[in-house]
Each structure stands twice: as structure tokens, then as C-alpha cells.
């Protein structure tokens, strides 16, 4: 079977020789953790692992997909939430890399990740699993990590496609989306990672997607994801995910995981044996994992090594990078590390880092540091106080004599600094959040502490957003560490001194209340359904477009250091924009800064955002440093979703550019003219008067018609701007020829329908 000189097989060859049985177990997992083998067909197993920033790599015999069980050592990087707001596609590349390494040093051919699903609502208890609210930035980092781990031969598993966006009822939730939204918001990030970086596989959603279970969902899994990307790779289950291995199959899901116990493989058999499930579909999924089969086997590398120390720092890199400094009033940051001054670390969190989430992506760290010694040693010449100050989800603990000895240690430093954030136990996989305050000790320690110094950092460690519109006010320098990973003591550390500078730029917005937040009337959802009512208004678009306050706006991030921008220019082609602003660090330290482009087309036929990301750009820049950045804006990205016409179109109007460092701070603004396509729908008989006016062939022609009409009656016709013109605009124009004082006829309709029939070359029939 193994003969050297035998020409390669196809994997559609290997399959034919296999049995029925042969071809559904191959088709479904052997354990918890690899695929089935077939040595003498020349199929290998495919050893696969959580998670999207660190192994957690398992034997079958302590195996668990909820993170329970123990895993060997792995670097713990800092999850997405903070990747995230590093906004530097580069640095998800090189996260990408070292996950890769650490596979291979393994054995582990396929790493599940990344996340690419929308931030819908702070409430999602995985959050942190997961980049941002906007798809651009989240397809953006989520392809750039995917390349990085494919370019050194580990697959990677972009999840969970699709509408994946809470943890209440996961498993069999309906999320019920109109098609625009779905198009616009949920499955762009998704598109982005499987056109640009080609995953080896594609892992499907536990939940109903419009009331069909994504495993068996056919539009989702063969229609959109195969017909219209060109994806020729393997769709995995979620691990348990499938509900009918039959149906799974038929709709285009190819490996079910974990092992089902043979349950699996043999509804497959009988499917194929009464006539329910082609043979070829079952063929077709087969060959598709025996080639993810030998490519893992093409790219293994046994007895490879990796550099856990240079892990290590790329850890405490992103971690720096992707710590956002929400506030900084009167310069309180950086703290100076010469000082011989008395500085109170208050806080468990300094002591007891949380650093990562709970659930199937927990790792166990190569090492850990916390903030507590990496300040101690930061800092050789000042005095540092402890004090935990509160519990941490330790009921029993007595909590008014840990503040009491807060408030004393407080009380005698120059400067305290208060780790304050959520218990593993607020966020998780699993299940939601029930809202976004702070535990009330800690609130409760922050007011006392404030009172009695007023010079306070509070660094803030947490997995999905937290509500500071409570105590923000009494605090000058707030630092939101997210979850750091394993090098974020050291991080921490450097950021209080000055030995980094802070860049991080929010990737999701952080709201006044819960009560604004977009699906806040829709959550979770009742009788097995969530509507997503707020359609394609989420996050930074939905506070846009109801002019609403924030506590901070997306993409807000502050620097040690000041940038200015200037002399914006927009270069257009065919395949799009350029866009160059000059930026200047006008500080005294070197700083990244992210510049941030939106658009808007105001005039625009179809309901928009006010603005929407469409590109972005991270330079680094000396004091008084300038640079032209260029941020490049594809045609595509400019399309919106026509439900009408079923495709993607840009429209033929002006589009205003505006660049700034946060959805809320632009700097500067332009306009464009952008030639659109050809507009696809086209009304018939029974589409209003106002409909027909806005068609580009159309308009003109009733245009022409109603110029008749009123010759015709006179001072009878409606006036321009009269409460009768906007009746009459809002009339089917089969119906206003059906009036007996309108000089318009049926035949005049059918003739203005048969012209934008003509003009596009094809139309939906006419009704009269």
C-alpha cells in the first residue's frame, strides 16, 4: 500500500478504495483529541488542540473540551480581547508564529483558533476569546494570526462559524439575523480569514443560525462558505456540535469531533444504505480529510524545538502593546522608577494575576509573573506597600478588615496604585456575564481609598468591558490591562514607569450603561430565539447613529506622548482608495500611533452607519518625527449588501473620508466622489412612486411621465414639498395609474417597467 514508486494517489482515489464503514469513520474523530487513521490506505491521524493564545494540549485519557483538565506547559499569550487593541496585524502574525512553534514542538497538526466572532453585547461571557465589535479589525488580525501559523505548516480552525455571540443557550439558541446583517456584521471576519489566509479547517457554531444548527446548515456551510468563498478545505464540528450525522454531512460538514462512540459513523452508514445521504457526500467529506490528513503529515516536524523564552517576551510585547491607557489626567503616568517615593500596591489581582479566561482556551504557563514584584523590581529606590484590599471570589473572607488595611497603606504613600478587575468567576465560557460593574467591594475600596488619596492608578484586569462611569471621576489615571497573559506583570511594570509608552487603542466601545448598549432589549433571547433586532447598528454604529454619550469610544487609547495629523490626500482606482495623512509625534517620547480611516456616504441610497472602519494603519515615530501613512481602502469594502438585488454593490455617490485616532476623535475629513455599479433591482409595477424616483434608468423616465401628468392636470397636480406629493410618493405606481383623475395608464407602466428592463438586460416579471 505504501510502495515508493506507486504514483500519488488523489485523496478522491484513497477514498474509492475504502469501505462504506471505512469512509464514515474516517469522517468523524477517534478521540478527544485526533482524527481516525487508516496506515495501510496511507491516511494519518490529525492530532488537533485548543486554543487561540496558548496550547492546551491534552491526553485522551484526562481529555475535556471546557478547560477542567490539566494540559502540558504552553506559552500563555495574552488572549484576543487584548491582541485586539494592539491594532498591529504584524504582531497577530508573529502570535500566530510562536503558537505554530510550540504545535509543532507537540506534535499537533491543527490549533482551533482564532475566534473571529462581533462583540454583539459586553454581557458574552467569552468575549476574550474574541477580537472586537467591528468585523474589519477583527478579519484583519484574525487573517494575519492565521497566515502566521500556517506559514510554519500548523493548521489553523477559524471559529465559531457563524453568529456565535453568546454563551446563554449556545448550544441550541436560534439567532435569528436578517440577511443584510448577517452579510454586513457577522460573517466578514469570516470571509476575510478564508479568502486571504486559506485555513486548513473551518469550525462551525454550536447554535441555529435563522432556526437551522450551523453543523447542518446547508446555506451557511456549502452555499455561502464553499459556492461563494471558493473554501475547499475541512469544516469541523464544534466538539459535539453535530446533531444529525446524516445531515451534517449532506449540508457540508466534513469531520464531526470529539469520537461520537461509533453513533456517528453508523447514522452515516444507514444514511447511505436506505438512499438519504448520497454516497458522495460522504465520499466528498472523506477526501477532504484525508487531504487535511497528509498535508499535517507533510508539515510535521518530530523533535522540533522551541525558544520558551523568546515566548515569553513576545507575550509581555503584547501585552504592553495591548494595555489601553483610558485616562491620564494631569500626566500622573508614568510614575518615575528613580524616585525615593512610597508607592501602595493595592489589590490582589498585583499578587494574583488574572491573566487569561476560564473554558476550553485556558493554558497552563510556561512561567507567571505578577505585577507586584515586577514593580517591587522595577522600581530599586522606592518603598512598595501590599495590601490585597478585597477578596477575590473567597465568600468567606473578611472584606471590611482587608480595606481597613488598605486604607492604612494608602494613607501613608505618595502614590497608590489599585488592581482592581472581574473574578475568574464573572466571565466565561459557558455561560454570560449578568452585567458590567466592578464587584461592589471593589468599588466600595476604590471610594474609601480616593479618600484618602486622591493620587491614585487604578490598572484594571478583565476579560470584556467593565461600566467606570461609577468611579471614573475620583480617579486620575485609569490603565486597562485587559487579560495579560503570562508576562504581564513585567508589562504592567513597564507601562506605570515609562520604560514602554502606551499604544493600545480600544476594539470595542466601552458604553455609560448597559441599558445603551445595541442588543440590550433583545438579550438573550426567549423560547429558544435571540433577534437580533438591532440589525447592523452594533457597537461603535449604533452609539454613532443615535448621537448617544460613551464612558470611551472605539478605538480611544491615550499616549505619553501627543501626535498631530495633516494634509490628507485620497488617491482613487479602480480597485479602490489610497489614502495618506502626514503624522507627526509632537511629544517628547517615541509612541506608536494608530491611524484610525472611516467612511461614510452620506447621500447614499440604502441606510448606512455614520461611519464604519475601513482601514488602518500603526506607525512608530520619534520625538518630532513625520510620516505619510498609507492606509488602502478596497472597492469592496465599500459595497453595502443589496437584499434586493442579492449581491454586493457600491453606490454611485460621495463618500467622506475621515481619519482620526478614535471613532470619536477625527482629525481630518475629505470627500470623494466613487463611481458605483450597475444597480441590479429593479422595480416593477408594484414598487412606489418614491422607489422608482431614486432608480438612476428609472428615475428619469417617470420623471419624464409625472412632467406629462402634471401638463396634463394642472393646478391639480401636488405641489412640490405638499403633504399630497409625499402621499403620492408613497403610492405603487400601478396603483396611481389605476386612479381615474391620473392621466397614466397601464400601458404606461408596463412601458416604463419594460425600460429599466432593457437598460439592465434582465428584470423580474412585471405585475399590473
Known amino acids: 500500500m505504501n510502495n515508493p514508486n506507486r504514483p500519488a494517489e488523489t485523496p478522491g482515489e484513497t477514498v474509492a478504495r475504502l469501505t462504506l464503514a471505512e469512509k464514515a469513520g474516517l469522517t468523524t474523530g477517534a478521540g478527544w483529541w485526533h482524527t481516525t487513521a487508516y496506515p495501510d490506505a496511507g491516511i494519518p491521524e490529525v492530532r488537533l488542540s485548543d486554543g487561540p493564545h496558548g496550547l492546551r494540549l491534552q491526553n485522551d485519557t484526562r481529555a475535556d473540551h471546557l478547560g477542567i483538565n490539566g494540559s502540558a506547559p504552553a506559552t500563555c499569550f495574552p488572549p484576543a480581547v487584548t491582541l485586539a487593541c494592539t491594532w498591529d496585524s504584524d504582531l497577530a502574525r508573529r502570535v500566530g508564529d510562536a503558537l505554530a512553534r510550540e504545535s509543532l514542538a507537540h506534535g499537533v497538526h491543527v490549533l482551533l483558533g482564532p475566534g473571529v466572532n462581533i462583540k454583539r453585547s459586553p454581557l458574552c461571557g467569552r468575549n476574550f476569546e474574541y477580537f472586537s465589535e467591528d468585523p474589519l479589525l477583527s478579519g484583519v488580525l484574525g487573517t494575519a494570526w492565521v497566515k502566521g501559523l500556517q506559514a510554519q505548516g500548523v493548521g489553523a480552525s477559524v471559529k465559531h462559524f457563524a453568529a456565535n455571540n453568546q454563551e446563554t443557550g449556545r448550544m441550541s439558541v436560534s439567532a435569528d439575523i436578517d440577511v443584510r446583517t448577517l452579510r454586513e456584521i457577522y460573517l466578514p471576519a469570516f470571509h476575510r480569514v478564508v479568502t486571504e489566509a486559506e485555513p486548513w479547517t473551518v469550525m462551525c457554531a454550536y447554535n441555529r443560525v435563522n432556526g437551522v444548527h450551523a453543523s447542518q446548515n446547508p446555506w451557511l456551510l456549502t452555499d455561502v462558505l464553499r459556492g461563494e468563498w471558493g473554501y475547499d478545505g475541512v469544516v469541523v464540528s464544534d466538539w459535539g456540535a453535530v446533531v444529525d450525522r446524516a445531515r451534517a454531512l449532506a449540508a457540508g460538514l466534513d469531520l464531526e469531533m470529539p469520537s461520537s462512540s461509533g453513533a456517528g459513523p453508523a447514522r452515516a452508514v444507514a444514511a447511505v444504505e436506505s438512499g438519504e445521504l448520497p454516497e458522495e457526500a460522504l465520499d466528498r467529506s472523506a477526501a477532504r480529510v484525508v487531504a487535511l490528513a497528509r498535508k499535517a503529515a507533510e508539515h510535521a516536524r518530530p523533535g522540533a524545538a522551541f525558544d520558551a523564552a523568546a515566548h515569553h517576551e513576545l507575550a509581555r510585547e503584547v501585552a504592553t502593546r495591548g494595555a489601553v491607557l483610558l485616562k491620564n489626567d494631569g500626566a500622573l503616568l508614568p510614575l518615575d522608577p528613580a524616585a525615593a517615593q512610597r508607592i501602595a500596591v493595592i489589590g490582589e489581582f498585583a499578587r494574583t494575576p488574572r491573566y487569561q479566561g476560564e473554558g476550553s482556551s485556558r493554558v497552563n504557563p510556561t512561567r507567571l509573573?505578577?505585577?507586584?514584584?515586577?514593580?517591587?523590581?522595577?522600581?530599586?529606590?522606592?518603598?512598595?506597600?501590599?495590601?490585597?484590599?478585597?477578596?477575590?471570589?473567597?465568600?468567606?473572607?473578611?472584606?471590611?478588615?482587608?480595606?481597613?488595611?488598605?486604607?492604612?497603606?494608602?494613607?501613608?504613600?505618595?502614590?497608590?496604585?489599585?488592581?482592581?478587575?472581574?473574578?475568574?468567576?464573572?466571565?466565561?465560557?459557558?455561560?454570560?456575564?449578568?452585567?458590567?460593574?466592578l464587584p461592589e467591594e471593589q468599588t466600595r475600596l476604590l471610594a474609601a481609598v480616593v479618600a484618602v488619596n486622591a493620587n491614585a492608578v487604578v490598572v484594571l484586569s478583565n476579560g470584556g468591558v467593565v461600566r467606570p462611569a461609577g468611579w471614573i471621576d475620583g480617579v486620575p489615571a485609569v490603565l486597562e490591562g485587559w487579560l495579560s497573559g503570562q508576562a504581564g506583570g513585567s508589562a504592567t511594570a513597564d507601562l506605570l514607569f515609562g520604560r514602554a509608552n502606551p499604544s493600545g487603542r480600544l476594539a470595542e466601545t466601552i458604553p455609560l450603561r448597559l441599558a445603551d448598549t445595541p442588543a440590550y432589549l433583545a438579550w438573550p433571547g426567549e423560547n429558544g430565539h435571540v433577534t437580533y433586532s438591532e440589525g447592523l447598528f452594533v457597537g461603535y454604529r449604533h452609539y454613532d447613529a443615535r448621537d448617544m454619550a460613551v464612558s470611551f469610544p472605539f478605538g480611544h487609547g491615550l499616549s505619553y506622548t501627543t501626535f498631530a495629523y495633516a494634509d490628507l490626500r485620497v488617491v482613487p482606482d479602480a480597485g479602490g482608495l489610497d489614502v495618506t495623512v502626514a503624522v507627526t509625534n509632537t511629544g517628547e517620547r517615541s509612541g506608536h500611533e494608530v491611524v484610525q480611516v472611516y467612511v461614510a456616504a452620506p447621500g447614499a441610497r440604502a441606510r448606512r452607519p455614520v461611519r464604519e472602519l475601513k482601514g488602518f494603519a500603526t506607525v512608530c515615530l520619534a520625538p518630532g518625527e513625520t510620516q505619510d501613512v498609507t492606509v488602502r481602502i478596497a472597492r469592496a469594502d465599500l459595497a453595502y449588501f443589496d437584499t434586493a438585488a442579492g449581491t454586493w454593490l457600491v453606490e454611485d455617490a460621495d463618500h467622506r473620508i475621515d481619519v482620526g485616532a478614535s471613532s470619536r476623535d477625527i482629525r481630518l475629513t475629505t470627500t470623494v466622489p466613487v463611481d458605483g455599479d450597475a444597480y441590479a433591482d429593479q422595480p416593477d409595477a408594484d414598487s412606489t412612486v418614491e422607489v422608482w424616483l431614486a432608480h438612476p434608468v428609472g428615475g428619469p423616465a417617470i420623471t419624464a411621465l409625472l412632467g406629462r401628468v402634471q401638463k396634463s392636470m394642472g393646478d391639480a397636480y401636488p405641489q412640490e414639498g405638499s403633504s399630497r406629493q409625499r402621499m403620492v410618493a408613497n403610492m405603487r405606481l400601478s396603483q396611481l395609474a389605476g386612479l381615474p383623475i391620473v392621466p397614466l395608464s397601464f400601458d404606461d407602466v408596463q412601458e416604463l417597467v419594460e425600460t429599466v428592463r432593457s437598460a439592465a438586460g434582465t428584470g423580474r416579471e412585471a405585475t399590473s
Request: net charge negative; proline share 9%; aromatic share 8%.
Open 369 to 437: 509573573e505578577d505585577a507586584l514584584t515586577s514593580i517591587v523590581e522595577a522600581a530599586p529606590a522606592a518603598h512598595v506597600t501590599f495590601a490585597p484590599g478585597f477578596p477575590v471570589d473567597a465568600p468567606d473572607a473578611d472584606a471590611a478588615a482587608l480595606q481597613e488595611e488598605a486604607l492604612r497603606a494608602a494613607e501613608s504613600a505618595d502614590v497608590v496604585v489599585l488592581f482592581l478587575g472581574l473574578p475568574p468567576s464573572f466571565e466565561s465560557e459557558g455561560y454570560d456575564r449578568e452585567h458590567i460593574e
